[in-house]
């Protein structure tokens, strides 16, 4: 009989997916995840700096969050930000719950625009997390 998800996230003994960047850990041939939500967080971000077309095999897999980082910054940018993130999501990972993203700048950096996320699963409803993207990084990945 297999295992639900939730027996898996709570058996130590057992890995949910590839952690990213891909590296190499000392147990296994690449770092592995423990559980849904690390691996949910490890997804959302690999979604998010990721530009439609560099997914080889999937070219339409990834968020348009480079693009908006190139448009004229102005009142309508944070909106601009949350409908392509949330629409990515529902796309490729349904079964993240976006619960609110806010649109940053540093003072001293004014030009230079950082995502948080706040979200959870729906394998753990009332675990809430939090990532924050740098935009700049996602303009410059390659």
């Known amino acids: 009989m297999p295992r639900s998800a939730r027996e898996i996230d709570v058996d130590p003994r057992t890995f949910v997916g590839l952690s990213f960047p891909l590296r190499a850990d000392n147990i296994n041939n690449f770092a592995l995840t423990k559980n849904s939500i690390q691996q949910a967080e490890h997804n959302l971000k690999n979604l998010l700096l990721t530009h439609p077309g560099e997914?080889?095999?999937?070219?339409?897999?990834?968020?348009?969050?480079?693009?908006?980082?190139?448009?004229?910054?102005?009142?309508?940018?944070?909106?601009?930000?949350?409908?392509?993130?949330?629409?990515?999501?529902?796309?490729?990972?349904?079964?993240?719950?976006?619960?609110?993203?806010?649109?940053?700048?540093?003072?001293?950096?004014?030009?230079?625009?950082?995502?948080?996320?706040?979200?959870?699963?729906?394998?753990?409803?009332?675990?809430?997390?939090q990532i924050t993207i740098d935009t700049g990084y996602a303009a410059t990945r390659y």
């Open 55 to 129: 997914r080889v095999g999937n070219v339409e897999f990834g968020c348009r969050l480079r693009e908006v980082c190139f448009e004229q910054r102005d009142d309508d940018l944070p909106d601009k930000i949350e409908e392509i993130i949330i629409q990515a999501v529902t796309t490729w990972l349904p079964y993240i719950n976006i619960l609110d993203i806010e649109t940053l700048s540093e003072q001293d950096a004014p030009n230079n625009i950082f995502v948080k996320i706040k979200y959870s699963t729906s394998l753990n409803a009332e675990t809430f997390r």
